[in-house]
């Protein structure tokens, strides 16, 4: 059964940092491209970074390059996001995402991916 478990989120303030982790059971991280998405409220789904397959490949959305690093464990099997530089507009609620088969690079939709995670709060506030 594939599975995906997020942590590490919390409230953090302006300009602090958290490092989300997401812990993948039931399939190899490294054979899939993985995501990270979000998900603020009373909002649509928001690519937030993604790695390929192999790795060549790291793509950050615009609002968060230069802040945020996605990296993957394979002994793990465990994908992360280091958050830096938090700003209030990054409250969210963060997913790690599995990209389906065939789907564009990046997935943007939500019907790109065929798992995601329970997800986990991410609150930046003074």
């Known amino acids: 059964e594939v599975q995906l478990v997020e942590s590490g989120g919390g409230l953090v303030q302006p300009g602090g940092s958290l490092r989300l982790s997401c812990a993948a059971s039931g399939f190899a991280v490294g054979s899939y491209a993985m995501s990270w998405v979000r998900q603020a409220p009373g909002k649509g789904l928001e690519w937030v970074s993604g790695i390929n397959r192999y790795g060549g490949s790291i793509d950050y959305a615009d609002s968060v390059k230069g802040r945020f690093t996605i990296s993957r464990d394979f002994a793990k099997n465990a994908l992360y996001l280091q958050m830096n530089s938090l700003k209030p507009e990054d409250t969210a609620v963060y997913y790690c995402?599995?990209?389906?088969?065939?789907?564009?690079?990046?997935?943007?939709?939500?019907?790109?991916?065929?798992?995601r995670g329970q997800g986990t709060q991410v609150t930046v506030s003074s």
């Open positions: 995402a599995r990209r389906r088969y065939g789907s564009s690079w990046p997935p943007l939709r939500s019907d790109e991916y065929d798992y």
